[in-house]
């Protein structure tokens, strides 16, 4: 995973336990769950577009 080890991994959760504190974890990992969401429906949505487009523009030529 990214060439992180579990050292590093429990470093960068510390710093984020101490800059935001222990009480707003849960609204980060929501929030972080909603924006992964949005984008994966987002991509999703827009595969089927892209083909069409480029079938469009295939015929134009």
């Known amino acids: 995973m990214?060439?992180?080890?579990?050292?590093?991994?429990?470093l960068i959760l510390l710093i984020v336990i101490l800059l935001f504190g222990a009480g707003k974890l849960p609204q980060?990992?929501?929030?972080l769950a909603k924006g992964i969401s949005n984008f994966r429906k987002t991509m999703k949505d827009d595969a089927p577009a892209e083909k069409m487009?480029?079938?469009?523009?295939?015929k134009k030529e």
Do not use: I, K, Q, R
Not at 53 to 58: L, Q, T, V
């Open 2 to 10: 990214f060439g992180l080890g579990t050292t590093e991994l429990l």
């Open 28 to 31: 980060l990992g929501a929030g």
């Open 53 to 58: 487009d480029s079938g469009a523009a295939d």
